[in-house]
């Protein structure tokens, strides 16, 4: 049998802890390569370097760094290492949740949506609570081979918060993140002013079929994704203002 061929990225860069547990469980059944950032690149959301050389080195065998963000990393890996021929981008294991919002803020989710973008399904995986990488990674694994499984619509890929342990997956729509609104003003040694803008716990609204309900109540949480913004149901409103 053929083995498939899958690219792994994440955002927690080449030390990041859910790294190599996971791209042991793919190479199980997989070509799996790595390609990462270089140092940890969370909330990159999907940045470009547009205006920076980026450079590929190989830490280890199939494990290469990258001076870059995820969708620098997906799309170097694709194009130059595995020349087009991708059957599945996973992104993660991200060390905390992804959950509602956090997908527009999120370099693993990016790294996901950049491969969809190229044509290709993409999977981002984080792992909502503790540091258990290693059960994480087997759970990871049964949904990549479910999803190479199925014919994956064009300009669809996906959202998975696992919980260790699990009660199941859910498919879940995103939820409603309650985000902070504190800034800390803090003086460095010259007296210049710099600022915080992020560090107090997340909340959310507990909202039945939504990812954050989901993973609060000790199931994992699938979310099919799209990158088309669009509001369709506006445009006829909105037309008949212009």
């Known amino acids: 049998m053929k083995r498939c061929k899958i690219l792994l990225t994440n955002d927690d860069g080449i030390t990041g802890k859910g790294l190599r547990p996971l791209l042991k469980e793919l190479r199980k059944f997989s070509s799996a390569v790595a390609v990462v950032p270089q140092s940890e690149a969370s909330a990159s959301s999907h940045a470009l370097s547009l205006h920076q050389a980026l450079r590929l080195i190989e830490i280890e065998r199939g494990v290469y760094a990258v001076n870059g963000t995820p969708a620098d990393c997906v799309r170097l890996g694709i194009i130059s290492l595995m020349r087009g021929r991708a059957d599945l981008v996973v992104s993660g294991i991200n060390q905390g949740p992804n959950l509602a919002e956090d ?71 995103l939820g409603k993140r309650i985000y902070g609104r504190d800034v800390t003003a803090r003086k460095d040694p010259r007296g210049k002013t710099y600022y915080w803008i992020a560090g107090e716990k997340l909340g959310g609204e507990d909202i039945r079929g939504t990812d954050y309900s989901a993973v609060k109540r000790g199931y994992s949480s699938l979310t099919p994704l799209n990158y088309n913004h669009t509001e369709y149901g506006f445009m006829g409103k909105l037309n008949e203002h212009f």
């Open 103 to 173: 997908v527009i803020y999120s370099g693993t989710v990016a790294g996901a949506r950049e491969a969809c973008m190229m044509g290709i399904a993409g999977l981002a995986v984080s792992l909502a609570h503790g540091s258990r990488f290693g059960e994480a990674s087997i759970l990871a694994a049964r949904a990549v081979r479910k999803i190479l499984a199925m014919k994956v619509p064009q300009g669809v890929f996906f959202n998975l918060n696992l919980t260790v342990p699990s009660k199941g997956i859910k498919i879940t729509g």
